[in-house]
């Protein structure tokens, strides 16, 4: 064997050791071998996801995928330090510690809270004793290869299959072992399925018949179809919620069976099903249930002595109360329920669903009482306090950088007796902010503010009471708010003081509109510095963008159409979920059709103009320790006033930690424009980032995959990619002081797709449970700045300086992009 060959030999021996023992065979005992992988094989028309939930026994994860198993070495690393004799005597010792206190006290305030105390640190030592110290937990033993849980796996393959209408399916198992490595591979061989080839009904009861024929579509199991248990399962929900909607308030789903026939045409491979509804053995019918009476009782849980609660009749609903405290009319448009009507179960919960949105109550019962001969519907809700004092300290993170906070807030709820909640709420903090004039200087900015806000459950509009009636099953709100907003940065000195007025609704349970008709804001800025003042004349000079009139003081009016989806919960681990925002703000339209003569004697900005925004969110769970989520955020701004300008606020910026992550905040773009070459590129990179970069349109997307790594720690990679641009060109100056005309920046539709900065990265998520504490480090890959033929810099990113060589003859070459690194509190989307 030649030398060359020798080594690749040696090479490849000692790359299989180094991954074995990041897979920590070395943890295997005499005779043992690893699970490494499992795999199936099988038709495209099955769910190999679905399979994959029944595995029996699980390889340990890898990290992304990797051949890296560090949850095995977590594991072991806390075993060699476990001692279970330990937590049993310290458990032992906080039980005796907490009894002789209980014992030797009165007072029955005290004992709860000893009791409380002793039983979560009496839980958190049974924890380690029985699972192990905290390291444990994290971890995960090594899947040590059994093969009995094989064939219990293709067992629950089977069942799978023959659940699914694969009646004569076939599942084989083989292993490839590989060293100590074993790796089980399942073929699947499901076969033709079983088809549903007629339905029956034997429906004894001909009101319920025609209720079932009525609503013949929605029936789950249909002809044609191959055959599922789980739509069978599906199918009786269904029947029994509605017929729990058209009054049998007492009919149960053991009333409905299902009978299946496979032999009576078995060549084909047909099924035909009977369903049938049984009566009730005692009354022999279903009987249905209508309500004789509605009683609402507010205040459960209070009582006093030798005082009984009085009754008032409205809208055919008994009111009983103590103290009337309550506006019987708004209390009245939340319940769906009245005597007469029909039982119905949806009624019921959104009886119950809409008084709990109101915020007046801690929580809200419905039952029926059937004594007597009667069917009454009872109501009990416990009110909330009328008063409420909360504080809050955090971190919070808009550009990058975390800086403290801290919120004060009451609430006085009931206001006028008809549900009004009024909110005041302080917040003062710090934050670092990257300097809107510097790419590298962090500063301290202060911000302050006071709100106060009055929310009414009702259209505050002279509507008829039965329109209120009628709109009072949207959930229906209307807030007043005004507010003052003070922010102090190195740059300028902004106050803002807001009015506005929103009506809010729903229809359903995932869709909300929002419509804000009155939004005021006058906004000063001041103590502007020389260095902010000079941009912003200098931009004003060659004609880009107007920024100087943003800054101004300035009256700022709009009127703002909202829709948001929240499709299946939106961030939840177990089922694909979205979330989707659309907004359109319309600015100074009243300028429209008046002149602003008052806004103008007071010497103030204003502005007309119209944003658009188009928020895109999903969660597709992997597995329950992965998922991947995506985002697509657009935005359209176009100012048509006299001074051609947006207020600063009203601008799109791209770059920073909710954004894309591989440009510093809001220094990405405009499209291809090129920023000022650094004066110290060693410091810098090839780039000045030294200004924010406003822009009017928005274009950008994000794609991450998370990962639990171990205990709270979770991981991610990214890739993300996006810009802003322009309407009009924008003006630069050449090496001699003239004005050129650029037209990088500007929009257009035959290259736009060109000029998309694409970063990547990589990121850790430590989940503290009441939030999220987040660092990613973005990394350039496409830099739309950059000469035709050098964007692509992913081989030039490097993770600290020097970015650049200075040469002998006085040039700087080798230039690299510099990775940025991020900090953020919650996920980015």
């Known amino acids: 064997m030649g030398t060359s060959k020798f080594k690749y030999v040696l090479w490849i021996l000692g790359l299989s050791a180094f991954l074995q023992g990041c897979l920590g065979t070395k943890h295997l005992k005499e005779n043992e071998k690893l699970l490494y992988r499992q795999r199936i094989h099988a038709p495209s028309n099955i769910d190999k996801d679905a399979l994959r939930n029944l595995y029996a026994q699980s390889a340990n994860r890898k990290f992304l995928g990797l051949p890296l198993s560090p949850l095995v070495s977590i594991y072991y690393f806390g075993e060699r330090r476990y001692d279970q004799e330990k937590y049993i005597r310290k458990k032992e010792a906080t039980e005796k510690q907490y009894d002789d206190k209980i014992s030797a006290t009165t007072s029955t305030k005290k004992i709860n809270s000893y009791q409380f105390k002793k039983q979560k640190k009496v839980s958190k030592y049974n924890s380690f004793i029985e699972n192990g110290n905290n390291w444990m937990q994290w971890g ?211 009886t119950q669903r809409q008084l ?135 740059e300028y000195r902004r106050t803002a003081v807001s009015v506005n007025g929103t009506y809010t609704w729903q229809n359903n349970r995932n869709r909300t509109y929002s419509l804000t008709p009155l939004n005021l804001s006058v906004i000063d800025t001041a103590n502007l510095s020389d260095e902010f003042r000079k941009l912003l004349a200098d931009q004003n000079d060659l004609g880009n963008n107007n920024l100087i009139n943003a800054f101004r003081p300035s009256f700022v009016n709009s009127i703002i159409f909202a829709v948001t989806w929240n499709l299946n919960n939106y961030g939840n681990i177990e089922e694909n979920s979205g979330w989707i925002r659309a907004q359109i703000e319309s600015g100074g339209t009243i300028w429209n059709f008046f002149e602003p003569k008052f806004i103008q004697d007071l010497k103030l900005e204003y502005f007309k103009y119209i944003r658009l925004s188009l928020d895109m969110r999903r969660v597709d769970p992997i597995d329950k320790n992965t998922v991947l989520a995506y985002r697509f955020n657009s935005g359209f701004a176009y100012a048509y006033g006299e001074n051609r300008s947006l207020p600063y606020e009203k601008f799109f910026f791209a770059g920073g930690s909710n954004s894309i992550r591989a440009w510093r905040p809001r220094r990405l773009g405009p499209g291809s424009a090129k920023p000022p070459e650094s004066e110290d590129p060693v410091k810098d990179g090839l780039f000045d980032y030294n200004i924010e970069k406003p822009s009017a349109i928005l274009l950008e997307a994000s794609i991450e995959l998370r990962q639990k790594l171990f205990g709270f720690v979770n991981g991610a990679v990214f890739i993300d990619a ?20 650029d037209n990088s920046s500007e929009f257009r539709i035959d290259r736009f797709y060109k000029e998309f900065g694409v970063g990547t990265g990589f990121g850790l998520r430590f989940d503290f449970s009441f939030l999220i504490l987040r660092f990613d480090v973005g990394l350039k890959v496409y830099d739309p700045a950059r000469d035709s033929g050098e964007r692509f810099v992913l081989d030039k990113v490097r993770f600290w300086k020097p970015y650049a060589k200075l040469g002998e003859d006085g040039e700087y070459r080798d230039f690299k992009e510099p990775a940025i690194y991020n900090v953020g509190i919650g996920f980015p989307f």
Request: hydrophobic share 35%; no cysteine.
């Open 722 to 741: 996006g810009n802003v641009w322009t309407f009009q060109p924008i003006n630069t100056k050449d090496p001699d002081g003239n004005i050129i005309q």
């Open 356 to 490: 709990g949105n109101i915020e007046a109550f801690k929580f809200i019962n419905i039952n029926y009482d059937t004594s007597g001969g009667k069917f009454i519907a009872n109501i009990f809700a416990s009110p909330l306090t009328r008063h409420e004092w909360t504080n809050e300290v955090g971190v919070n993170v808009t550009q990058g950088y975390p800086g403290p906070f801290y919120i004060i807030s009451f609430k006085r709820r009931n206001v006028f007796k008809s549900m009004e909640t009024f909110d005041l709420s302080g917040r003062f903090g710090f934050e670092g902010v990257a300097s809107a004039t510097s790419s590298e200087n962090v500063y301290k900015s202060t911000e302050a503010g006071i709100n106060a806000s009055l929310t009414f459950p009702q259209f505050m509009f002279p509507f008829s009471e039965r329109m209120r009636f009628k709109f009072a099953e949207y959930n229906p709100k209307t807030r007043f708010a005004i507010g003052y907003a003070y922010t102090d940065r190195p």
């Open 140 to 350: 995960e033993p090594i899947s040590v290869f059994d093969s009995a849980q094989v064939r219990l796996t293709r067992e629950r393959f089977n069942e799978y299959l023959f659940a699914n209408g694969y009646f004569k399916s076939k599942v084989t198992d083989s292993t490839i072992v590989s060293d100590n490595l074993v790796t089980v591979v399942y073929r699947v061989f499901p076969g033709k399925p079983y088809l549903i080839d007629s339905i029956v009904y034997d429906v004894p009861d001909t009101a319920i018949m025609k209720i079932i024929n009525d609503n013949i579509e929605a029936r789950l199991i249909r002809m044609g179809d191959r055959f599922q248990q789980d739509n069978f399962t599906n199918e009786r929900e269904r029947i029994d919620l509605m017929l729990k909607d058209e009054g049998y308030y007492d009919f149960s789903r053991q009333y409905i069976d299902f009978a299946t026939d496979t032999t009576y045409r078995s060549p084909e491979r047909k099924v035909a099903v009977m369903i049938s509804i049984k009566d009730p053995a005692k009354r022999g019918y279903h009987k249905k249930f209508r309500i004789d009476s509605v009683t609402f009782t507010t205040d459960v849980g209070t009582r006093i002595p030798n005082v009984e609660r009085r009754t008032r009749t409205y809208h055919d609903i008994q009111y009983r109360y103590y103290a009337d405290n309550y506006n019987l009319k708004v209390l009245s448009q939340r319940v769906r329920l009245r005597p007469e009507d029909l039982y119905s179960r949806t009624k019921t919960i959104n």
